[in-house]
């Protein structure tokens, strides 16, 4: 319906009738469905993901290495060089690069890892007797029937991740294959990955382009932020927790500073795996008093990332809270396991970051949405700009 307002035509609002259905169901009911739906979503990611593992992966570990080299191949671009050319120096740069570190590092630690592991063995051993003869003094059944217990849990896990590691084909072919397809994606990404995302675009409608355009971009910068802090961090912790087992003489100082760097690609649970090695084989090596130094240390130093090192070098790319962090790794771990664990917090870091953008325009269309009423400047009309600034 229309009304005559000083010889314009405007549009009048009517409102509609009265629902027979109560206001708190009809909402209730359209939160209901759309959670099943994102359920069903969800139950059918899971399953797509366990079927395409050995290509998703590669995916999503070219994507992550192209955050790091996509800025330097930029970089050459701006300054002359050929996108072939910029992007096989920055690619071959870093093969250089982790071939050394590879070549620097194995040889060393190799052997350390499995001193690692009989330490912590002793560690555990030593752990155990301190459950029955320290304070709290619990017999020794009930410590064999926890340990007993654990045991039975791991075996049948590290089963389970076996199984499903080698059907089908066996575990080198598949790290080998997910290698070699992981770098053709990487290289790719970084020579043509604008070109690829003009490809995508042209999917989509005209109109949604722009907008589809930017959020890409925000989540790009979100997910380049997460893993070059993340990187950034692990690296400040595994120096900072190697100092510190040096000045109090622990053994095994190299495969725990590679431990705290990898952990921390898995937030919250691997500083905690991280610190309780250290701890162990401090228990060992040094006993009861250095265990507990390191893991105050252990302590120390998270929370200097948590509250330093990590705004600074994150700074706003990335924001989430602990319990966002470990109800994703939660969730990803039942879909996906290890795999799963280790993407779900930049995965969910960049749905957040694409929720923000949309609020954001959300809220400025609604700022727009007054001023735009008040633009008409039309007296008496059926809703005035007031009116619409309190809707």
Same mark, same amino acid.
């Given at each position: ?20 259905? +109560? ?27 366990? #079927? ?5 992966? +590669? ?17 050459? =671009? #701006? ?148 893993? =070059? ?132 325009? #959300? ?15 039309? +007296? ?12």
């Amino acid at each position: 319906m229309t009304a005559t307002v000083a010889g314009k035509n405007v549009p009048t609002v009517s409102s509609p009738p009265p629902s027979p259905v +109560p206001g708190w169901l009809a909402s209730s009911t359209a939160y209901a469905w759309r959670v099943l739906v994102l359920g069903a979503v969800a139950y059918i990611a899971a399953i797509a993901f366990g #079927r395409l593992e050995l290509i998703i992966v +590669p995916v999503v570990a070219a994507l992550f290495f192209s955050t790091v080299l996509v800025p330097p191949a930029r970089w050459l =671009r #701006r300054h002359g060089l050929p996108p072939l050319a910029a992007t096989w120096v920055v690619f071959l740069a870093a093969l250089l690069v982790v071939a050394g570190i590879v070549g620097g590092l194995v040889p060393s630690i190799s052997g350390e890892f499995s001193a690692l592991g009989k330490e912590l063995s002793k560690g555990l051993t030593t752990f155990q007797h301190w459950l029955e003869n320290g304070f709290l003094h619990l017999s020794h059944r009930q410590v064999t029937n926890f340990v007993d217990s654990a045991k039975k849990e791991l075996n049948t896990n590290r089963a389970k991740l076996i199984k499903g590691a080698l059907s089908g084909v066996t575990l080198v072919l598949q790290g080998a294959g997910a290698t070699l397809l992981t770098m053709v994606l990487t290289f790719f990404f970084v020579k043509d990955g604008e070109d690829i995302g003009n490809w995508a675009l042209g999917l989509a409608a005209e109109s949604r382009a722009p907008d589809l355009r930017a959020v890409g971009s925000e989540a790009w910068a979100t997910l380049g932020g997460y893993v =070059r802090g993340t990187a950034a961090n692990g690296a400040v912790n595994a120096v900072l927790i190697s100092i510190g087992l040096l000045g109090l003489g622990v053994p095994l100082v190299a495969p725990i500073a590679v431990l705290t760097f990898v952990g921390g690609f898995l937030p919250l649970v691997g500083a905690i795996a991280a610190g309780l090695t250290a701890a162990l084989v401090a228990l060992v090596a040094k006993g009861f008093v250095a265990a507990l130094i390191v893991v105050g240390m252990t302590v120390v130093i998270h929370n200097i990332e948590g509250y330093l090192v990590g705004p600074l070098v994150l700074g706003r790319a990335v924001k989430l809270h602990p319990i966002a962090v470990l109800l994703a790794l939660t969730i990803g771990t039942i879909l996906g396991g290890i795999i799963g664990a280790f993407l779900a917090v930049p995965a969910t870091a960049v749905a957040l970051a694409v929720n923000e953008h949309y609020r954001i325009r #959300r809220r400025q269309a609604l700022a727009a949405t007054p001023a735009a009423l008040a633009a008409l400047e039309l +007296p008496g009309s059926a809703v005035s700009p007031e009116e619409a600034a309190g809707q």
